[in-house]
């Protein structure tokens, strides 16, 4: 198991920081930086947490970095359907339900998805029932199995993904995610980006209408649990008029 100085040199790396650097974003002296990489000077709980902060440690691994240094984990991991977390699983709901008429879903940090709204259910009909426990949203999306065959604009849509998925590991490792990516996102990255002029949309040929979607993402601000600190909401909008009416249109 590595020591903590060990896992703060590897995100100090990962975040192209030098000790001077760190020790000044954490007013620290550089000395005392060096030592805890060194393994010289054990730091206290506060200390790991100072320096995890300033390299923008995710929570879930600043939970490792203090198991390393002899201390309790700080950040919890409650079930999104726990009593706990009710408040914060009604607002979840909320958000989705009045994202209506359009989709919206809410998903963790592998990308399964944990909520959906009514508006999603349609799309899901013909998708192979394998793909839908656990629902995965890049699978979801890239499998001939799933949404793959109704995408229009399908090399964009793996483009976006694979954008996303790259700074997500570059932001913290992720051995899940990383399989992912190898699954289904390397095979043909050539590092390219998607140009636009606005956002790119995702179109998707259904029910005999071209319909073409964009999206935001919203996350909780600074949780403190892990679950909410992986939860991710993703609403979808229509970027035309056509798109608009098709969700908009009266239903039985």
Do not use: C
């Amino acid at each position: 198991m590595a020591t903590v100085g060990e896992l703060l040199r590897q995100w100090r790396h990962r975040r192209q920081l030098s000790q001077l650097d760190l020790a000044i974003a954490a007013d620290v002296s550089p000395r005392h930086v060096s030592l805890v990489e060194t393994g010289k000077s054990q730091p206290s709980a506060d200390m790991v947490l100072r320096l995890a902060e300033q390299l923008d440690v995710p929570l879930r691994e600043r939970n490792a970095l203090l198991l390393a240094a002899g201390f309790a984990p700080r950040y919890a991991e409650t079930p999104l359907d726990s009593t706990a977390l009710s408040m914060a699983r009604a607002a979840v709901d909320r958000v989705l339900r009045a994202h209506e008429p359009y989709p919206a879903i809410a998903f963790d940090r592998h990308w399964d998805i944990v909520l959906t709204n009514r508006a999603v259910e349609p799309f899901l009909v013909g998708v192979a029932p394998e793909l839908l426990q656990p629902m995965n949203l890049i699978r979801l999306g890239l499998d001939p199995r799933g949404l793959a065959p109704l995408v229009a604009n399908l090399g964009d849509v793996r483009n976006v993904f694979r954008s996303r998925v790259r700074r997500q590991l570059a932001a913290a490792p992720n051995p899940r995610l990383t399989a992912l990516y190898a699954e289904l996102l390397a095979d043909g990255d050539t590092g390219e980006t998607v140009e636009a002029e606005v956002v790119i949309p995702m179109v998707i040929r259904f029910e005999g209408v071209e319909l073409q979607l964009f999206s935001t993402i919203t996350t909780f601000g600074t949780p403190l649990d892990l679950t909410l600190n992986d939860l991710a909401v993703e609403a979808y909008y229509p970027a035309d008029a056509e798109t608009a009416a098709y969700f908009e249109r009266p239903t039985a």
